[in-house]
């Protein structure tokens, strides 16, 4: 074996591992300063906060007596709050902070009273959510909306002899029927579904202040705008701004032709020609069945090989106010909240597969993937991951975020935390849970297609 073709192997999986990396530690060092700077703010002191586990290889104390540390173990994070018995903050070192006096006790988790320590619990997932609002309102403003009416702002690559649809084009046509008001549901795409499917249509165009007739290609061709990670595309090394060009020898168009052959192939292996920056490539890949959200909140399963299209040319876009900005990132994160919790309920009910649960090398080759699509996909996945460690923190199990808040809640009611021999007990009970779902979710990872 020749050692050098190992070379670009390893390449990715340093990616892969370094991407899952920074994306962990953003995720945890912002979940675990809401409990911090929530804590401080409610009058509780923290020791330690630490990014890692394991020997430390740097720290620093601060004004306020707490260490920040950096440990060797990049998977995950800390902090230890005074007066608990370790770095979990599971269990509280009873004895000595019953011995403190009363101005001391005050700044423990034990000591401090419910308001703090519920407010200080529910801030990790709380900044989780903050995070994913702020990085999809933030990416909002920047990519801004395609513009109104709408034109071309720049073409695509595409196979086929040079067209005359040019960039700043603004589109009045296509095919003879004209564009549809943007404030019309479903317009654009009822357009699109009844144009030929050809490899190139009239356009009718305002260029420079005046009407023109030019040709252009399909407005949705058949091209790669995005390929999913761990799907049948991905796994053939199919590349964002492929062109596919023929399916089983048969023309391809438009997007919605690929589709259609895609969904109705029932899994069998389909031919595929590529067109890839002026060279023609040939595939085979075999469809695979996968469960997509519906708008009625259900599950559907169809036939997908993990390619996502879109517009034949990049659309001049416009500003983005920040109100909306804002607006799109509360709803986005919302959008993410409710396709989880749909998702768990169809999984748990067995309407859906097993399959669908990915678990820490999943997450891993997601954050290779796209990192290697680029800054915007990696930052949008942060953001997406961000938010369903968030919601996980919140489940009432012991252990987590949310079992703590169901005994404040019991607190709050009964007038008394649980005994300590029952949280020992629901404890364990929860560290088994958790474990044994790190089990399942690692073997979907590694046995399911």
Known sequence: MDITSLIPQFGSLFTTILAFIVALSVIVAIHEYGHYIVGRWSGIKADVFSLGFGPVLFSRVDKHGTRWQFALLPFGGYVKFMGDANAASANADTSTVQEMPPEMRRQTMLGAPLWARTATVAAGPVFNFILSIVVFTGLAMFQGKAADPLAVGEMSPLPGKALELQTGDQLIAIGGMPLPESDVPGGFDDLIKALPTAPQLDYTVQRDGQMREVLGPHPM????????????????????????????????YAFHQLKDIVEGSDGRALQLKVWRDGEVLDFALAPRLVDEPQPDGGFKASWRIGISGGLAFEPATERLGVGAAVASGFERTGTVIETSLSGLYHLIAGKISSCNMTGPIGIAQVSGAMVRQGADSFILFIAFLSTAVGLLNLFPIPVLDGGHLVFYAYEAVAGKPPSDGALRVLMTVGLTLILGIMVFAIGTDLFCP
């Open 221 to 252: 061709p058949a091209r790669a705008v995005n390929i999913s990670p761990q799907s049948a595309a991905y796994d053939i090394d199919m590349k964002q701004g492929d062109v596919i060009i023929s399916v089983d020898g048969k023309p391809i």
